[in-house]
């Protein structure tokens, strides 16, 4: 539960519900309602920090070459057979490799 000493905005906002639930939200009441919204907003702050930090995290893993593996040199002719064996592997069903 989002407790909060914060005032509350002079502005109204209303909101309609669908029919099926309009009880329910009655018998809960404003404050429940408010304490849904401001959970849900919470909720939703918390995911778009979580995307950021991740996406932070994948452009560092980019530099470390440990997150590589290396299954051919440049001017080899490429092994299709060895690279569609290692995804199977790690779960990957096959690639598509095209000039």
């Known amino acids: 539960m989002i407790q909060t ?4 905005a002079e502005q109204i906002i ?3 519900v669908p029919v099926s639930q309009i009880e329910i ?5 404003i404050d429940w309602i408010r304490e849904a919204i401001a959970e849900k907003l919470q909720r939703e702050s ?7 930090a991740k996406a932070v995290q994948r452009l560092d893993r980019l530099n ?3 997150n590589y593996t290396t299954l051919g040199e440049i001017g080899e002719p490429i092994d299709i057979t060895a690279i569609q064996k290692h995804l199977r592997q ?3 069903k096959q690639i598509s490799i095209t000039d």
């Open 5 to 8: 000493n914060e005032p509350l």
């Open 14 to 16: 209303s909101l309609r």
């Open 25 to 29: 939200v009655q018998a809960k009441g």
């Open 46 to 52: 918390v995911i778009i920090i979580s995307a950021e």
């Open 64 to 66: 470390n070459q440990d």
């Open 90 to 92: 790690r779960g990957k």
